[in-house]
C-alpha cells in the first residue's frame, strides 16, 4: 500500500483558521499582531518566501510590514533599522530573511534582535531555552516538521527518529525537539560515513539536506513515517524535495509531498509565533 500522503497546506490553513479567534481576542484590546521582514538584496527565493509570508499575515488579520534593502546594504544600516523596531510597540515579530548577502555577519545581525520579537526563534537567547527543554519561539520549520508527524498521529516516545542535516534553523532544532518527545535521534550530516544504514532503522526520518532525490527507496524502513524538508529546483524547473517521491512513496507509511508539505508549515508557524509574541505583550 503506498504512503499516505501529510497534506501541509491543509494542516496549515487549519493552525491559521485556529489563531483567528486570539486574533480577534487582541483586536478587542486594542492590539493588531505585527510582523517586520527585513529583505536584504534582490534573490528572488526570497522574495517568494517574504510575499508568502506576508500574504500568509493578511489572511489571519496580522499587519506586515517589508523593510527591503539594496545588496549592498552596510551593517550599519541594518542594526539600526533593527533598532528601531525592536524599540517600536506595534511591531511584535521582527524576522531577517536568510540567507543574507555573504559580505554581512547573519549571525551578528540576528543577535541583535530582541529575543522577545525574534519570531524565527534564531537568537541564542531561544534556541538555547530550546536547547534547555524549555522552548520559547521555536523555528517555523522544525515547529511545522513536528505538528506534521502528531497530525498524522505517528508515535514518537521510544521511536527511533533519524535527521538528515544540522542546520542551526531546521536540523538542529528538529533533533531537539524530537528528543523533547522521548525519540531516540540520530543526527546525521554530510560527513556522515554509510547513510543508508543509519536511515533504515528510522521510524520518523526528516530529510533537511538540501539535495534532490538523496533519500530513496533503499534507505527507508518499510512504513516509516519520511519528512521531506528540502526544496530544490529540479533540471526542468520543478520544485522537488530531498527525498525520491515516487519511490519513497512505494515503501514509507506516512510521506510528505514537496511542495504543499513542510513549507506552508513553516510560514504558519512564523504567524503563530508572531500571535504569541503580540499576546505576550499583554501578559
Ligand atoms: N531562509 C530559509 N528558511 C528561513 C526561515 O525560516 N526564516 C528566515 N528568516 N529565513 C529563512
Redesign the pocket.
Known sequence: MPAKLIDGKAVAAQLRASLAPRVARLAARGVRPALAAVLVGDDPA?QL?VRNKVRACADTGVRSEVHAFPADAGATALADRIERLNADERVHGI?????LPPALDAARLLASISPAKDV?G?HAQNLGALLQGRPRFV???PAGVLRLIEHAGVPIAGRRAVVIGRST?VGKPTALLLLQRDATVTLCHSKTPDLAPLAREADILVVAAGRAKLVGRAMVKPGACVIDVGINRAADGKVVGDVDFDAVREVAGWLTPVPGGVGPM?VAM?IANTVEAAERTLD
Open positions: 526570497s518566501y524576522i531577517v530573511q536568510l540567507p524565527d534564531f523555528p517555523g520549520t534553523i513553516t512564523l
